[in-house]
């Protein structure tokens, strides 16, 4: 049983776009959703994250909706850059304990 | 500050083999977490430890073992390599505790099974 569902798997954005990143859980118990970003062999790196007291949440370029009635949240990333195109996987969890990935996407900003 | 760290960054084994992986989480906390990422897809989680003990683990089978030692560190162990367990390898490191449970990752080790 999937319990994050990301969407979509790959997406290519002109320079200075919208990237617009969709997730969706099952459990309400998950308290607390990261996003990450993760270059070709390296190790994913913290993005962004929010906890459901909040619908929303930015920092820079980068924000966050959350949707609890929908159990959904999204990360927007505007003016996207080429050296966005990075793979993103949303992430779900609850208390101190592990986290569940979604699947990834794949972005690519065209210069 | 150093971030996490991890040991070796490629290994090559072959089938049948065991490996040991190591990770030094940041300075000041205390409890890391083991996950494979398989080429195309997410982290999926293996272990987590908190002042070395094992809180949480995850659907692998017995040849996978972990420990935390008393500076925090951690070694994931993997007896009878398989070709699936050809992976990058991600130790995650956090304060362990609710409301700080922000996992940072490290670079991972790239195990290469033949």
């Known amino acids: 049983q999937q319990q994050v569902k990301q969407s979509p798997q790959s997406l290519i954005v002109q320079k200075g776009g919208i990237s617009i990143i969709n997730c969706a859980y099952e459990n309400t118990a998950f308290d607390y959703f990261p996003w990450y970003q993760q270059f070709p062999g390296k190790g994913p790196a913290l993005l962004i994250a929010i906890r459901p007291d909040v619908s929303e949440k930015k920092e820079g370029r980068f924000t966050i909706s959350f949707n609890k009635s929908a159990k959904q949240f999204s990360l927007h990333i505007m003016d996207s850059q080429p050296g966005d195109s990075a793979t993103y996987f949303c992430a779900v969890t609850s208390g101190t304990y592990k986290y569940i990935f979604g699947t990834g996407t794949r972005l690519k900003v065209l210069a | ?114």
Do not use: M
């Not at chain 2, 398989?82 to 449970?101: E, K």
């Open chain 2, 1 to 114: 500050d150093a971030g996490v760290t991890q040991s070796p960054t490629h290994l090559i084994k072959t089938r049948g083999q065991h490996v040991t992986l190591r990770c030094s989480p940041i300075s000041g906390h205390k409890s890391v977490s083991w996950y494979q990422q398989v080429l195309g897809q997410g982290p999926q989680f293996i272990f987590q430890y908190y002042e070395k003990e094992e809180r949480g683990r995850g659907n692998f089978p017995d040849r996978f073992s972990a420990r935390q030692f008393p500076n925090y560190s951690s070694e994931l162990n993997v007896n009878a390599l398989l070709l699936g367990d050809s992976a990058l390898y991600l130790c995650a490191s956090s304060h362990g505790q609710v409301y700080s449970n922000e996992q940072f990752f490290g670079p991972g080790t790239r195990l290469t099974v033949l």
